[in-house]
């Protein structure tokens, strides 16, 4: 485990003296997990909500409540009863595979959620966690003026999700890009984690040679958005990590660091894998947050030595956590866990 504490990202006030509080994360699965303890290690009283009580470790002990952002009334109702003095948008559907076949599915959650958002937060702050899939992927990299023509169904919805909120004046997304960590609990293990088990039993990994990420860390992403929900910035901010690395390189230094035989990572074009509708490029670059006095000291960390250092301190895996396909609350879920790519 990386320490959240490490000096490169100091926790930070939610907010502004005396402001907010109170704050709601919508989403309760990888990232609302780690967020949302972030900001209770500020002082934040914060609450997590999703459709079901989320099994994660990151959000053992915190408050949840139920909700489906979908649904109007429930999302009044929650802000009602919550009185959140900043909102944290942060639920899925995150599977990108799953969007491009679910499309309309994914678009009533994503802009449909947002809308209801919108409607309910009466002038209240809100931090959209977006995505790097709202551009092309042309370009090996996009900084916040590029130009957004999304790459896919998941980026349409979030590009969606985005004006919706910014409507409201008081929004800022903050576009990431691949998130890794250790992550041997979650529902959908991300690249990393993924690709550490596979390599320790052995087993062949097929990643694609043309589709590059600039990875970023859990912990940073949680350190971003604790600092700028505090903020008065609206806009987008991008966070992506200070190295572009392909699938196919991540995954050999991951094998040289298991002792796997390199030979097992199995080089593919992203057209034949799981990551086909991905952008080429799902790069991002800042061109906004040095001059952010809320983020100065916090710079995210390169990919390949925090693979190292995670990777040195989860010398075995556990045994794998499973969705059960049956289950009905599953529907914005992959239920084939054979079908799904890996964030
Ligand atoms: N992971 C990444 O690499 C990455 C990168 C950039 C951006 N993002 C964005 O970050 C967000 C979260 O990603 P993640 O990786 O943390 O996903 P995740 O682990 O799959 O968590 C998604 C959460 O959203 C909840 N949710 C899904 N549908 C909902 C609904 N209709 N109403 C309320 N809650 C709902 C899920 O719980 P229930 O199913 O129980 O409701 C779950 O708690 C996504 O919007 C994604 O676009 C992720």
Not at 143 to 157: L, M
Not at 250 to 270: C, E, K, S
Request: aromatic residues 4%; proline residues 10%.
């Amino acid at each position: 485990m990386i320490d959240p504490d490490r000096p490169t990202t100091p926790a930070r006030s939610p907010g502004p003296p005396g402001g907010p509080g109170r704050v709601l994360v919508l989403g309760a699965g990888y990232l609302a997990g780690h967020i949302a303890r972030r900001l209770a290690a500020t002082g934040a009283a914060v609450t997590v909500s999703s459709r079901r009580p989320p099994a994660t470790p990151e959000t053992g002990g915190l408050r949840w409540r139920p909700v489906d952002v979908a649904a109007p009334a429930a999302v009044r109702e929650l802000l009602g009863a919550e009185r959140p003095d900043a909102v944290v948008a942060v639920h899925g559907p995150s599977d990108i595979t799953w969007c491009e076949d679910h499309a309309d599915a994914a678009l009533a959650v994503h802009l449909g959620g947002a809308r209801n958002l919108a409607a309910a937060l009466d002038g209240r702050r809100v931090l959209l966690i977006s995505t790097d899939n709202v551009f092309p992927g042309h370009a090996d990299s996009c900084g916040e003026s590029a130009p957004c023509a999304p790459a896919n169904a998941y980026g349409r919805a979030k590009l969606a999700a985005e004006q919706a909120l910014f409507a409201t004046g008081a929004a800022l997304a903050l576009r990431v890009s691949l998130v890794y960590g250790w992550d041997d609990a979650g529902l959908r293990p991300n690249f990393l984690t993924t690709a550490a088990r596979t390599l320790r039993r052995s087993e062949p990994l097929r990643v694609p040679d043309d589709h590059w990420n600039t990875p970023v860390l859990v912990d940073d992403v949680a350190a971003w958005t604790t600092a700028l929900l505090g903020s008065p910035h609206t806009g987008t901010v991008h966070l992506g990590g200070p190295r572009r690395v392909s699938r196919v390189d991540w995954a050999r230094h991951i094998a040289r660091l298991t002792g796997a035989d390199p030979g097992l990572v199995v080089p593919a074009p992203r057209d034949s894998t799981l990551y086909a509708c991905r952008p080429r490029n799902a790069c991002l670059h800042s061109e906004r947050a040095a001059r952010l006095p809320e983020l100065r000291g916090l710079r995210p960390l390169d990919v390949l030595d925090a693979t190292r250092t995670l990777l040195s301190a989860n010398p075995t895996d556990p045994a794998p956590f499973t969705i059960d396909p049956a289950d009905p609350a599953d529907s914005t879920r992959p239920a084939d866990s054979a079908r799904k790519a890996t964030t």
